[in-house]
C-alpha cells in the first residue's frame, strides 16, 4: 500500500493519504534549534538539548500529539477543521490534503469547504526560533470569514522529565501574559527582579512566545485547559469551536500559546501571515515578530529559498545515475539527508529518543561522521577533532561526550564522578577504534595529510597529534587482552546486549583492532615511522593468527568468548550458532582468506538472509542464553535477538562489494531500502524514506515491521557500503581508486562527485554485464594502467571514463 510517492527534482517525499500507519516526520533546524514535525504536524521544539532545552510538549508513545496546531473555522457556517488533517480529523472523502517534506523544510496543502491551506514549517537558516508561514485562500465563489488559530503547547519546565513528571513542582513556576501581537510564557516568572545574570537555585527566568506576523491577532489564550476545554481534546477544543478565545493567561496551571486572527476573504483573495515560536527575551521576540510583520510573504519566500539552496547544495557533491530510481533517490537525497539529521543530531531527539541523553555515545558519533565525509568533508573534520578530544590520554573513548564537553579537563570511566554523572561504569572495548576508518576516510577523501600532525588535546590531560591519537587507540587494546590475547570484551562491543565480561573476547574488536592497524600503517609511513610499522606489523600477524586459530569455525567466524571460557557462535550451539558481523567483518578487515570470505558470506546469504535483510543472528536467544546474552530480553526476531538490525546491512553491502559480488551488495541494499518499501507500507510502517533502527526478523509474527526512525548508525552505514562498495569510490591519501560491483544487468551508471577542489563525471560503462572487475579506464581521455586515478592526473573539470570487465 503507497501513502505518497518521490519527488526527486525537487528534493521531496510527498504523503498524499495523510492516515499514515505512524507519524511520518522531518527533522527542521541545527544545533543551536531543533524541530521534529509529522505528516500531521505532531511534535515538538528544544533549544540545543531535546532533554533540557524542551519548548514545546510532546507525549511520547502515544498518538502524535500535541503538535504545531493551525485551526480553521468557517465564522458563517461554525465549522472547522485544521491545517493539517489531524487533530481535526475531518472525512477524507471532503477534505483533501498533502503534506510535502523537504530539506529541512515541510510543507502542509489542504482544501475544504472551499477553502485552500499552505502552511511552510521550518527555522530559518543560523537562526534559533521556528516559523509557520501561512497561507489561506478562499476558492469559493463568495466572500468567506474564516477564523485562523494558531495553537503551541508549552512545556511548564524545560526540562522533559521535570514537565511531564515532577508536577508538584512545574506547574507551579510558569505564567503566561499577551504583549502586542504574541504571547509570552515565563518559566520561574517570580525571578524577574534579579540583576543579569544572578541566579536563585540555579534558576533564572526562561522566557517563550507564540507570535503572530502579517495580520492582527484578534483574540487570545495562554491556559491549555481554557483553550481545550475540560473534556475537550485537540480535536475539538472550545477556542476553536467559539470562534474567540478567553483573552486570558496562565498561572499555576498548563501553559500554552494560542492566537486568532479573523480573515475577510473576497472570492479568490488570499492572506499571508506567520506565527513564530521561540524561547527569547520579551525585546528578542518583540524585534522577531516585528521583522515578519511588515513583508510577511516576502520574509518567508527569501528564507526558504536560501535554506533550499544550503541544503541542495550540501548534497550537489556527490550525485548519482543509475538504472535503479530507488538506489539514485536513497543516495542523492534521503540517504544522504539522513546522514546529516544523524550527524547533527546523534541519538538526541526523535519520536522515539526523548533526548535525555546528555551527550554523544562514542561509538554512535564516529560512526556517523562516515557518512557525511564525501559531502561535507570539513564539516566532518570538525566533529573528528571533537570527537578525538573526548579520547582519554590513556586511548580510550568516554563511552559517553557531555554536551558540556571541556577538553582537556573531563572526568573518565576511572573516576567515580564521571560514573554518577553519565551511568557509564566502564569503557568499552571497540569506542576508540571506530576512530581508524573514520579518519583515514576523511584525510583519504580530502588528501589533506597534514591533519596527521594537527595537534589535538585528550579528554582529561595532556594532548597529541591525530597520529598519536590513534597510536594510543592501539595501545588502549593492547592494555586491554583478554586470557587468549585477543581484545577484552570490557563493558561491550558494539552489541550492548552481548556483555562478554570485562575478560571476556569479541572477534568483531578483534576483526575492528586487525583493521585498525592495517590502517594506522598507512599513517606511520606517511610519518616514515619505520620502527613503528615493524611493530605493527607483528603485533598484527600475532592477532591474525590468533582469530584464525580460536575464531574460524569450519564455515564462519565465532562470536566470541565469554569470560568464563564459553565459546558464543559456534555451528554446533542450539541457539545464537551464525552471526552476521563477525562474517562482514573478517571481509571487511582484510583477515578472511578469499576461501573463508566466500564460505562465511555464502552462509549469511543461506542462514541470515531475508527479505527484509540480514538478520542479526540466529537461532533467537531463548532457552540457552548465557549471562551476558542480554539479547535475550526481547521477544524473538526482535532488535538484537534476530532482528533485521540495520546498521549491519550496511556493512555486509560493503563486505560483498570488496569480494566482486555486486548481484548481492544490491541485493542487500534492495532489502532494506526504505524506498524500495514505499509500496509496503502497511508492513514498513515507518518512513519511506529514513532508516529505521531495526526490522523485525523472520521469528517475529510481525516481520518486516520496522522501529526507532531517523537517527540510527544505519544511515552512515549504508551509505558507505553503498558509496565505497557498490558505486566504488575508494580514495586514498594520493588519489581516487574506482572499484564498482553492481548488479549484472546494469549497463553502467554516472557519478557527479566533487574531490579534492575538482568536480569529477564519472562515467562507468559495463558492456559485458559484469558484476566487477577492470578492463579500461581514461580521465580527460587519456589511458592508464588500471583504475587508480593518482591525484596529478585530475583538473577543474575531470572526465573519466571506466569499463568492467
Same mark, same amino acid.
Given at each position: ?7 526527486? /527534482? ?54 502524535? @500529539? ?21 487533530? #481535526? ?42 516559523? =509557520? ?28 522529565? +521535570? ?41 533564572? #527566568? ?14 487570545? %489564550? ?41 480573515? /475577510? ?10 506565527? &513564530? ?37 550540501? &548534497? ?37 529518543? %526523548? ?42 573513548? *568516554?563511552?559517553?561526550?557531555? $554536551? ?29 577504534? =571506530?576512530? $581508524? ?5 576523511? #584525510?583519504? @577523501?580530502?588528501?589533506?595529510?597534514? $591533519? ?89 600477524? /600475532? ?19 565469554? @569470560? ?18 563477525? +562474517?562482514?567483518?573478517?571481509? !571487511? ?11 562465511? *558470506?555464502? +552462509? ?11 538478520? &542479526? ?27 533485521? $538490525? ?5 556493512? !555486509?553491502?560493503?563486505?560483498?562489494? &570488496? ?62 557500503? %553503498? ?80 569499463? *568492467?570487465?
Amino acid at each position: 500500500m503507497k501513502y505518497g510517492y518521490f519527488d526527486d /527534482k525537487k528534493r521531496e517525499y510527498v504523503i498524499t493519504r495523510p492516515d499514515t500507519p505512524a507519524p511520518w516526520v522531518n527533522y527542521l533546524g541545527d544545533p543551536e534549534y531543533g524541530a521534529i514535525v509529522s505528516n500531521n504536524a505532531g511534535g515538538y521544539s528544544f533549544v540545543k538539548s531535546g532533554a533540557n532545552g524542551r519548548i514545546l510538549r510532546y507525549v511520547f508513545n502515544q498518538f502524535d @500529539e500535541p503538535g504545531r496546531y493551525i485551526y480553521l473555522r468557517d465564522n458563517e457556517t461554525k465549522d472547522f477543521w485544521s491545517a493539517s488533517w489531524q487533530p #481535526v480529523g475531518k472525512d477524507l472523502e471532503k477534505y483533501k490534503s498533502e503534506c510535502h517534506h523537504g530539506t529541512a523544510y515541510t510543507r502542509m496543502m489542504a482544501d475544504y469547504s472551499g477553502i485552500h491551506s499552505e502552511v511552510r514549517y521550518y527555522v530559518p537558516l543560523g537562526q534559533s526560533y521556528e516559523v =509557520w508561514s501561512l497561507c489561506v485562500e478562499n476558492c469559493s465563489d463568495k466572500e468567506r470569514e474564516i477564523n485562523v488559530t494558531g495553537y503551541a503547547e508549552f512545556t511548564n519546565n524545560s526540562n522533559y522529565e +521535570q514537565d511531564q513528571v515532577n508536577l508538584q513542582y512545574s506547574q507551579y513556576i510558569t505564567k503566561t501574559v499577551f504583549r502586542g501581537n504574541r504571547v509570552r510564557q515565563m518559566i520561574h516568572a517570580n525571578l524577574d527582579r534579579l540583576d543579569e545574570g544572578e541566579k536563585v537555585d540555579n534558576k533564572d #527566568v526562561t522566557n517563550r512566545f507564540l507570535g503572530l506576523a502579517g495580520v492582527p491577532v484578534d483574540s487570545w %489564550c495562554g491556559e491549555k485547559e481554557a483553550f481545550l476545554g475540560r473534556y475537550h481534546g485537540y480535536g475539538n477544543p472550545v477556542g476553536v469551536i467559539d470562534g474567540k478565545l478567553n483573552c486570558e493567561g496562565n498561572y499555576n496551571e498548563n501553559s500554552c500559546g494560542a492566537l486568532t486572527a479573523v480573515l /475577510k476573504l473576497a472570492p479568490g483573495e488570499k492572506k499571508e501571515m506567520a506565527f &513564530l515560536v521561540g524561547m527569547k527575551k520579551n525585546d528578542e521576540a518583540e524585534a522577531i515578530v516585528a521583522r515578519y510583520d511588515q513583508n510577511c510573504q516576502q520574509v518567508c519566500e527569501r528564507e526558504l529559498e536560501e535554506l533550499i539552496s544550503y541544503w541542495h547544495g550540501q &548534497l550537489s557533491h556527490f550525485q548519482i545515475k543509475t538504472p535503479s530510481n530507488e538506489f539514485n533517490t536513497m543516495i542523492n537525497t534521503w540517504n544522504a539527508y539522513n546522514c546529516f539529521m544523524t550527524f547533527i543530531w546523534s541519538r538526541a531527539a526523535s519520536f522515539t529518543y %526523548c533526548g535525555l541523553r546528555n551527550g554523544y555515545g562514542y561509538r554512535d558519533t564516529v560512526q556517523d561522521i562516515q557518512g557525511v565525509i564525501h559531502l561535507a568533508p570539513e564539516m566532518a573534520a570538525d566533529k573528528i577533532r571533537f570527537m578525538l578530544s573526548a579520547q582519554v590520554d590513556n586511548g580510550g573513548g *568516554l563511552p559517553l561526550v557531555k $554536551f558540556t564537553h571541556n577538553p582537556g579537563h573531563e572526568d573518565t570511566p576511572d573516576d567515580a564522578s564521571y560514573v554518577q554523572e553519565t551511568g557509564h561504569p566502564a569503557y568499552r572495548a571497540d569506542d576508540a577504534l =571506530w576512530l $581508524f576508518p573514520t579518519v583515514y576516510k576523511y #584525510v583519504s @577523501e580530502t588528501g589533506n595529510v597534514d $591533519f596527521i600532525d594537527e595537534v589535538i588535546p585528550f579528554a582529561n590531560k595532556d594532548e597529541g597529534t591525530v597520529y598519536e591519537h590513534l597510536k594510543r587507540a592501539i595501545q588502549f587494546s593492547m592494555e586491554h587482552l583478554g586470557k587468549h590475547g585477543m581484545p577484552a570484551g570490557l563493558y561491550a562491543d558494539w552489541n550492548d546486549c552481548l556483555r562478554l565480561g570485562k575478560d571476556g573476547e569479541s572477534t568483531f574488536v578483534a576483526l575492528q583492532f586487525y583493521y585498525a592497524m592495517t590502517i594506522l600503517k598507512e599513517f606511520a609511513a606517511y610519518e616514515k615511522d619505520e620502527e613503528y610499522i615493524s611493530y605493527l606489523e607483528k603485533s598484527q600477524e /600475532k592477532l591474525g593468527e590468533l582469530i584464525e586459530k580460536l575464531c574460524w569455525n569450519e564455515d564462519r567466524f565465532i562470536r566470541g568468548f565469554t @569470560e568464563a571460557g564459553e565459546i558464543i557462535g559456534q555451528r554446533t550451539d542450539p541457539e545464537a550458532n551464525m552471526w552476521l558481523n563477525p +562474517q562482514s567483518w573478517a571481509v !571487511i578487515s582484510g583477515l578472511a582468506t578469499k576461501e573463508q570470505s566466500e564460505l562465511a *558470506l555464502e +552462509q549469511v546469504y543461506e542462514r541470515l538472509n531475508t527479505e527484509y535483510g540480514a538478520i &542479526l543472528m540466529d537461532p533467537p536467544y531463548h532457552a540457552h542464553a548465557f549471562d551476558g546474552a542480554l539479547a535475550v530480553i526481547y521477544n524473538a526476531g526482535t532488535k538484537e535477538n534476530a532482528g533485521i $538490525f540495520s546498521q549491519s546491512q550496511g556493512w !555486509i553491502i560493503l563486505a560483498e562489494a &570488496l569480494m566482486g559480488h555486486g548481484e548481492r551488495a544490491f541485493g542487500y541494499f534492495m532489502e532494506n531500502a526504505p524506498a524500495a518499501q514505499n509500496d509496503k507500507a502497511e508492513i514498513r510502517r515507518l518512513e519511506p524514506y529514513c532508516y529505521g533502527q531495526f526490522t523485525e526478523g523472520k521469528a517475529s509474527p510481525n516481520f518486516g515491521r520496522s522501529h526507532v526512525h531517523w537517527l540510527t548508525g544505519t544511515a552512515s552505514t549504508v551509505m558507505v557500503g %553503498c558509496v565505497e562498495g557498490i558505486l566504488g569510490m575508494r580514495p586514498d591519501f594520493y588519489g581516487l581508486r574506482i572499484a564498482p560491483s553492481i548488479p549484472k544487468e546494469w549497463d553502467g551508471f554516472e557519478v557527479e562527485k566533487d574531490f579534492r577542489g575538482c568536480h569529477l563525471h564519472i562515467k562507468v560503462q559495463n558492456p559485458g554485464h559484469a558484476e566487477s572487475g577492470f578492463k579500461k579506464l581514461t580521465v580527460n581521455g587519456e589511458e592508464l594502467k588500471d583504475n587508480y586515478i593518482p591525484q596529478d592526473k585530475l583538473t577543474a573539470e575531470t572526465e573519466v571514463e571506466l569499463y *568492467l570487465s
